[in-house]
């Protein structure tokens, strides 16, 4: 596998994790609400982890590639709920800024989700 992969994977997730602490700072300026506060770190910190993973799962490490398919895959259908619902008790600042996490989220999987980026990371027992 070609590990230059890893690099717009990790772009898009320090872009997210710099929308994130944008709508920290939003919040802080314009009063936000605990939910909005505990979603905006919760992001935050999961983007921050994910660069973490990402540098682990360019070194070969199949768990974190496994983590970062998951993630990537799965949490953009919860943004949507959050994006979709408009009683999600979410602001509309904020839930635009969770679409655009969403969209950054599906772009991973897409990259992810690549068969050569799959058959580089074989479940344990295959080979290559």
């Known amino acids: 596998m070609d590990n230059k992969i890893w690099t717009p994977v990790r772009t898009l997730f320090v872009v997210m994790l710099a929308v994130s602490v944008l709508a920290l700072v939003v919040a802080a300026i314009v009063g936000g609400d ?20 990402t540098g682990q799962a360019e070194k070969g490490r199949r768990a974190a590639y496994v983590r970062i398919r998951f993630i990537a895959t799965i949490a ?52 290559g």
């Open 34 to 53: 605990w939910v909005v506060w505990v979603r905006g770190v919760a992001v935050a910190a999961a983007a921050a982890w994910l660069i973490a993973l």
């Open 76 to 127: 953009p259908i919860g943004i949507l709920l959050i994006v979709a619902v408009p009683s999600s008790g979410y602001p509309l600042w904020m839930r635009v800024e969770q679409g655009l996490v969403g969209v950054l989220l599906v772009a991973v999987a897409t990259l992810v989700n690549r068969r050569t980026v799959r058959q580089a990371y074989p479940k344990r027992g295959k080979l």
